[in-house]
């Protein structure tokens, strides 16, 4: 990893630059505390409303106008509500960094956030989700995160929200909320590629210098969610040809010192299709499914830590239990020093793959920045990977993973047997 | 053929072989033979037996995969620099040496199944695999990659093996590498791998059912059930990627949709189609896309449908603003946006080591350039002229093809 060279400015806004020689193109990141996790209780879907409202026009000119001011530079962009961040995301040749950065803090900082664009956000919201009502892996997502957060909780429905909440969302309700989260406190700037640490850092002064600082209320604090039991669901949708199936379970936060005993223990059991033991009994050895992987979140909640397969409804049932049974290994020990090894061997090769590109390094100097894992976080995590145990490995599946407690959802045709 | 690219920014190889195998390369009843092939070339040799690959390039943290088109089969591996000659070696030992063993084919044929199975959730696979199927009556185009599921279970151990005898040898391959080292040396170890293999004795000649041209346009609808939103798409006949309006070809695409996908993203959004359609609220999503293939292809645009919208309203829009394209010159600062946006995607893409390995590959293997630079001069050369005039020869009636798709109601 090349030098991170990091500042604050004086309204809190954190800045984290690498740059890297020989590259024409710059990735930028600004990630705000604006995501799910702050969103207000049982409002799913504002955050995402909000965000992508603030791309469609501001103060000083109309949508088109500032689209066609982006598309002048060549530039890509998006604003995202994750879980924890709305990150605005985007790519420019290095020499109109300043010009980048100038239309993005227009459009965080002084959207017009007028009332035909949030109709229009509303309207091309809806169309998605109708659309993700017949996508086998959007409904599946959507019933798992049903099972297992309480209403109220701010994973309780994806991303784009619930559609009562996208219908009734008011024009106050959303500037209100940009009012109070898009803020600089707490937010993370991050340019990587084809820069130099003092033209990003003019730039980043220039455009957001004068962002005022303001005093974000965080209150989120939800208690903790456990699985008390097993929990399933199967949602029927129509003329479909393939099952999608959700194990899962409530994660835990980056910040929890165990998170890197997590990401080894994700990657012995299922986080890749071909390395990982899942996979490589579902796909390789009983040719159950094409794909096979699971995933867990960064965010300062309990993000979802999944397993997620594509099957026929023929084999649902199979594959359920041969996932399951990989686990019940992993939770007694069973795994070969090797899976241990290689498993950790990937995590780390991978840090190194992941230069290779200047999104891959910004993502990564993200994570990092957001969840304050410390200025020699690129140093220490390798050898941290590599220190993993195997009685990490099994205590962690043992906490996190109970084979026994689990959430189950199903998406697509009709299953010939039912879960039990 | 060899090819090297110097990228130092990152302490990594990026590998990529393209066989001269694909689609294009099948007879009906085998349609699929290629891309089932190229899950086969992961089940091991003698000296790599079957998961050696796998947790190979696993313990480097390697970004790998391949793919399948209707032109070419594709391997690559991203590798820390330290194991190039490893990625070399697995490469070059499974282009001549894979198993394909009776027992793994019909083990991989449920998953090749269920690959299928799951492109078939997607209402835009079905439409487009129908509407590619109208647009060609003689070229293998037509088939599609993956084949109908019935040809994927009727495939052969034997079948597959003589497909790979026939085509995956050096003297029907290019390998393309990008990295962390001297371009010299990078193909000095490759030739070092690659060169003492046998070459495929049988590889014939290419094939050739030149498609006649279209006289009429062509239509076809989808129906299913479930309720998800309408789609239109058209396809019109394309030129191939060395003939010389490809690089216009490419400029319009960028016009008519601008260099990003998906309605949410921020850019694209000064785009033609994106302006006439989804800021006026008649679709939800728009796209156009234009590949550099081998023998002429199909030029797509199409639109996902706001709820409630009619198949047959956007289609005429779609259809008045490529008339536009095709009478008018864009205006000077819509052509400096546009020119602007196609070379910084093209900076983009090829900042990502894997990806200008890529790019390389395609560009080479479709006969488009002979570099990255000579494509990104044709690229920089394109005129506004030369986009009008490639906008009037594409967007023809006689050589249209139309889709819809119809969501119905609830089956269940």
New interface residues.
């Given amino acids: 990893m090349n030098r991170v060279h990091r500042s604050t400015l004086a309204n809190g806004l954190r800045l984290a630059v690498v740059p890297?020689?020989?590259?024409?193109?710059t990735s930028v990141l600004l990630a705000v505390e604006a995501g799910q996790w702050f969103e207000p209780a049982g409002r799913p879907g504002i955050a995402r409303l909000v965000a992508?409202t603030m791309?469609r026009g501001t103060k000083r000119r109309d949508?088109?106008s500032w689209?066609?001011a982006?598309?002048?530079?060549?530039?890509?962009?998006?604003?995202?509500a994750g879980a924890h961040a709305a990150v605005f995301s985007?790519?420019?040749?290095g020499d109109d960094l300043g010009a980048l950065l100038a239309l993005m803090a227009e459009?965080v900082r002084t959207p017009a956030l007028a009332d035909a664009e949030i109709e229009?956000v509303r309207?091309?919201t809806?169309?998605?989700l109708?659309?993700d009502?017949?996508?086998?892996r959007a409904v599946s997502d959507r019933a798992w995160r049903q099972l297992v957060y309480p209403a109220g909780h701010p994973f309780h429905a994806p991303a784009i929200g619930d559609p009562a909440v996208v219908r009734s969302a008011t024009a106050d309700e959303i500037r209100a909320y940009h009012q109070r989260a898009i803020a600089p406190d707490g937010a993370v700037l991050i340019v990587a590629?084809?820069t130099t640490p003092e033209a990003a850092k003019k730039a980043a002064e220039d455009a957001l210098g004068d962002w005022p600082k303001r005093a974000k209320g965080r209150d989120a604090d939800h208690p903790p969610v456990t699985l008390a039991s097993t929990k399933r669901r199967v949602e029927?949708?129509?003329?479909?040809?393939?099952s999608?199936v959700i194990i899962g379970w409530p994660g835990l936060p980056r910040t929890d010192p165990r998170f890197t005993a997590v990401r080894v223990t994700n990657m012995v059991y299922a986080a890749?299709t071909?390395?990982s033991r899942a996979g490589?009994v579902i796909?390789?050895?009983?040719?159950?499914?094409?794909?096979v992987f699971s995933g867990i979140g960064a965010s300062c909640g309990q993000s979802p830590w999944i397993v997620r397969m594509?099957?026929?409804p023929q084999n649902v049932h199979r594959a359920i239990e041969v996932a399951l049974d990989e686990l019940r290994k992993i939770t007694v020990g069973q795994i070969a020093d090797d899976d241990i090894a290689?498993a950790k061997?990937?995590?780390?090769?991978?840090?190194?793959?992941a230069?290779?590109?200047?999104?891959?390094v910004a993502a990564m100097v993200l994570e990092a920045e957001m969840f304050d894992l410390g200025d020699d976080h690129f140093e220490r995590y390798p050898r941290e990977l590599r220190a993993v145990t195997k009685d990490q490995v099994v205590e962690t599946a043992r906490t996190f993973l109970p084979p026994d407690r689990y959430a189950l959802a199903v998406a697509?045709p009709a299953l010939p047997e039912a879960l039990v | 053929m060899l090819y090297a690219l110097e990228?130092?920014?990152?302490?990594?190889v990026?590998l990529w072989v393209w066989y001269h195998v694909g689609g294009r390369n099948e007879v009906p009843g085998t349609t699929g033979m290629s891309h089932f092939l190229e899950h086969m070339l992961f089940k091991g040799t003698q000296k790599h037996p079957?998961?050696d690959l796998?947790?190979l390039l696993?313990?480097?943290?390697?970004?790998w995969n391949a793919f399948t088109s209707e032109d070419v089969t594709c391997y690559f591996e991203?590798?820390?620099k330290a194991h190039y000659k490893t990625a070399l070696e697995l490469e070059s030992d499974r282009m001549r040496n894979a198993l394909i063993s009776l027992e793994e084919t019909e083990?991989?044929?449920?998953?090749?199944?269920?690959?299928r199975?799951?492109y078939?959730?997607d209402p835009s696979f079905l439409l487009g695999e129908e509407l590619q199927a109208i647009a060609f009556s003689r070229h293998t185009y037509g088939q599609g990659v993956i084949g109908s599921k019935d040809e994927i279970k009727l495939m052969t151990r034997d079948g597959l093996y003589a497909h790979y005898r026939r085509f995956y040898a050096p003297n029907n391959a290019y390998v393309v590498v990008t990295g962390d080292d001297e371009p010299e040396r990078l193909i000095e170890e490759a030739a070092a791998a690659f060169g003492p293999l046998d070459p495929s004795t049988d590889l014939g000649e290419p094939p050739k059912a030149p498609e006649p041209e279209q006289h009429g346009e062509r239509r076809v609808t989808v129906h299913?059930?479930?309720?998800?939103?309408p789609i239109v798409m058209l396809a019109f006949r394309a030129p191939r990627a060395t003939d010389p309006r490809a690089a216009a070809i490419s400029a319009l695409t960028v016009a008519l949709a601008?260099?990003?996908t998906?309605?949410?993203?921020?850019?694209?959004?000064?785009?033609r189609l994106h302006?006439a359609l989804?800021?006026t609220?008649l679709a939800?999503d728009v796209d156009a896309s234009f590949q550099l293939m081998k023998d002429p292809y199909l030029f797509f645009v199409d639109a996902?449908l706001?709820?409630g919208i009619k198949h047959a309203d956007v289609e005429r829009v779609l259809l008045e603003e490529l008339a536009k394209l095709s009478q008018d010159l864009l205006a000077e600062a819509e052509f400096?946006?546009v020119r602007?946006?196609?070379?910084?995607?093209t900076?983009?893409n090829t900042?990502?080591?894997?990806?200008r390995s890529y790019r390389c590959g395609q560009l080479l293997s479709t006969g488009a350039a002979n570099s990255i630079s000579e494509w990104y001069a044709k690229l920089a050369a394109v005129t506004r002229e030369e986009i009008r005039d490639a906008a009037a020869g594409l967007f023809v009636e006689r050589s249209r093809n139309v889709g819809h798709f119809v969501?119905e109601g609830?089956?269940?």
Avoid: M
């Fill in positions: 890297i020689a020989d590259l024409r193109s992508q791309l949508a088109a689209a066609s982006l598309d002048d530079l060549g530039a890509v962009a998006r604003l995202d985007a790519q420019c040749l459009a229009f309207g091309q809806l169309a998605q109708e659309k009502e017949r996508d086998t590629g084809g029927l949708v129509p003329d479909k040809t393939q999608d890749d071909f390395a490589n796909r390789d050895q009983l040719g159950l499914a094409y794909y594509g099957v026929n290689l061997d990937k995590l780390v090769g991978e840090l190194d793959v230069l290779e590109s200047p999104a891959g697509g | 990228a130092r920014h990152a302490p990594v990026s079957k998961g796998d947790r696993a313990r480097y943290g390697a970004q991203t590798v820390p083990a991989e044929r449920t998953v090749i199944v269920s690959e199975e799951g078939e959730n299913r059930a479930g309720g998800t939103l601008g260099t990003s998906g309605s949410d993203g921020a850019s694209g959004r000064s785009s302006r989804v800021e609220g939800a996902t706001r709820p400096a946006r602007r946006q196609l070379l910084a995607a900076a983009f900042d990502t080591i894997t990806w969501p609830d089956a269940s």
